[in-house]
């Protein structure tokens, strides 16, 4: 399976959000695939901190606040870094084999 992101425009289910003065439409499937691809990311790009995996946050801050209340990883809202839950991680092993990704 490719990792590939499709996107698809639906009118019963858009989702306006405005980057650089632009509106761009993206339906409930395309974001929900995005916030799996950026949990995903941030466990790749994570280190461990004293036994907690530990990820610095530069990804969209309303996936990142959504992946917080789903408790795969902490609020972080002061830190630099957010730390990646142990049920973070089991989603990004069940990610990575919806996205066809083999993890070292």
């Known amino acids: 399976m490719n990792a590939t992101i499709y996107a698809r425009y639906s009118d019963s289910s858009q989702r306006d959000e405005s980057i650089g003065g632009k509106s761009m439409k993206y339906d409930e499937k395309l974001r929900a695939q995005v916030k799996d691809l950026t949990l995903l990311l941030l466990y790749l790009n994570s280190f461990d901190d004293g036994g ?3 990820s610095w946050k530069g990804y969209d801050f309303d996936d990142l606040n ?3 209340e789903e408790g795969f990883i902490s609020e972080g809202r002061r830190a630099k870094s957010v730390v990646v839950y142990d049920e973070g991680i089991e989603k990004v092993h069940t990610l990575c084999e919806k996205y066809g990704i083999r993890l070292l």
């Open 66 to 68: 959504e992946l917080a």
């Open 52 to 54: 907690y995996r530990r």
